[in-house]
């Protein structure tokens, strides 16, 4: 059941947001390269975690988790533009 859940989560199209082994830069740089290029703001808004992995219900008060732009100055200039939290 694991290995279907994970294929399957693996397998997602460009469109339907983060897939499991994405980092913060990779899922980025998906999103705004996509045939229809999202905007840092909502490509950060797909790709960004937030404490209780998503999962509604699992944290009482769930947060963002800073983006993790190490690396990527350009994605960096971008988060401050737009006033995302992030790790460089």
Known sequence: MLAATVGLLGGCA???GRKVTDSDVSCL???MGARVALSFPMA???CQRM???NVVGLAKHPEPIP???RGAPDLQAQAREYNYA???
């Open 29 to 31: 740089r998906a999103q």
């Open 14 to 16: 460009d469109e339907l």
């Open 86 to 88: 992030y790790r460089s």
């Open 44 to 46: 950060a808004n797909t």
């Open 67 to 69: 983006l993790d732009l």
């Open 51 to 53: 404490t209780g992995h």
